[in-house]
């Protein structure tokens, strides 16, 4: 039998006001193991599930990771795999790109990924994470409710949506960088394949100067995904803005702005 129990944070009145609670930390946490919030506990027989993250999980990629034991030891292999869906009573919609895997890490017993939180634009629901999973002789699915803060890394544009995937923080030197681009209908999101992008990254230093750095522009590689790299030569503040050519039609822009690079 599953069992679930669902950790629920509660701040008391007089406690100091703490920098995780504040609009900017939701969307630049920090990867410290210092800060990370427990979401779930799974136990299904002799394997226990701990569902983490750095922080709030947010729209747009967000990580988290599985802690996952029998009998007490880290689990030293297993497949689990996150997919977010925003619901509003009888319809649901699910991440375009579809459950993520989490990979092993160095870490024993902790497997990581970053799914996508995608919202239809405008519109009122809520959240919920379902988590596969199968690890020594135990295996099942779970449907967890979550809370997600809104963000910058989803933008909504000429009726789609351009999403903001890698890299999920940001780090000074060459980064794969990558964005999905999706069309809503219905209750699914269709990917958009026949889009030019181009770059223009931008470091603001002040008093009107600042510049920009290297970077490659994204071609598309598959489902709506497009690739390139950038390379931030510098950390602290930086703005991305990201124009969008499709054939027939009037150039796009959307802007991600105030993000930090560390």
């Given at each position: 039998?599953?069992?679930?129990?669902?950790?629920?944070?509660?701040?008391?009145?007089?406690?100091?006001?703490?920098?995780?609670?504040?609009?900017?930390?939701?969307?630049?946490?920090?990867?410290?193991?210092?800060?990370?919030?427990?979401l779930a506990v799974i136990k299904?027989?002799?394997?226990?599930?701990?569902?983490?993250?750095?922080?709030?999980?947010?729209?747009?990629?967000?990580?988290?990771?599985?802690?996952?034991?029998?009998?007490?030891?880290?689990?030293?292999?297993?497949?689990?795999?996150?997919?977010?869906?925003?619901?509003?009573?009888?319809?649901?919609?699910?991440?375009?790109?579809?459950?993520?895997?989490?990979?092993?890490?160095?870490?024993?017993?902790?497997?990581?990924?970053?799914?996508?939180?995608?919202?239809?634009?405008?519109?009122?629901?809520?959240?919920?994470?379902?988590?596969?999973?199968?690890?020594?002789?135990?295996?099942?699915?779970?449907?967890?409710?979550?809370?997600?803060?809104?963000?910058?890394?989803?933008?909504?544009?000429?009726?789609?949506?351009?999403?903001?995937?890698?890299?999920?923080?940001?780090?000074?030197g060459l980064d794969v960088i990558?964005?999905?681009?999706?069309?809503?209908?219905?209750?699914?999101?269709?990917?958009?394949?026949?889009?030019?992008?181009?770059?223009?990254?931008?470091?603001?230093?002040?008093?009107?100067?600042?510049?920009?750095?290297?970077?490659?522009?994204?071609?598309?590689?598959?489902?709506?995904?497009?690739?390139?790299?950038?390379?931030?030569?510098?950390?602290?503040?930086?703005?991305?803005?990201?124009?969008?050519?499709?054939?027939?039609?009037?150039?796009?822009?959307?802007?991600?702005?105030?993000?930090?690079?560390?």
């Open positions: 039998m599953i069992r679930i129990l669902l950790v629920i944070v509660c701040f008391l009145t007089g406690c100091a006001p703490s920098i995780t609670d504040t609009d900017f930390f939701r969307e630049h946490p920090t990867d410290s193991e210092d800060t990370s919030v427990e299904d027989g002799r394997l226990s599930i701990n569902l983490m993250a750095p922080d709030s999980l947010r729209l747009g990629a967000s990580i988290l990771w599985v802690e996952a034991a029998v009998d007490g030891v880290p689990a030293s292999d297993g497949d689990f795999r996150v997919l977010s869906k925003w619901a509003a009573g009888a319809q649901t919609v699910s991440s375009p790109l579809g459950a993520v895997k989490l990979v092993r890490t160095d870490r024993p017993g902790r497997f990581e990924g970053a799914p996508l939180f995608i919202a239809p634009h405008g519109e009122e629901g809520y959240w919920q994470l379902q988590i596969t999973y199968a690890a020594s002789g135990e295996s099942g699915e779970a449907v967890l409710p979550v809370e997600i803060q809104s963000s910058i890394w989803v933008q909504y544009t000429d009726g789609y949506y351009v999403s903001w995937v890698r890299p999920v923080h940001p780090v000074t990558e964005f999905a681009l999706h069309r809503l209908v219905d209750e699914q999101f269709l990917p958009l394949e026949d889009a030019g992008i181009d770059l223009f990254p931008w470091m603001d230093m002040g008093a009107g100067q600042g510049h920009s750095t290297p970077y490659e522009a994204p071609v598309h590689v598959h489902h709506g995904r497009y690739r390139g790299s950038v390379n931030f030569i510098m950390s602290g503040g930086w703005e991305m803005t990201v124009f969008i050519q499709r054939a027939g039609a009037v150039q796009d822009t959307v802007y991600f702005k105030g993000f930090t690079v560390s």
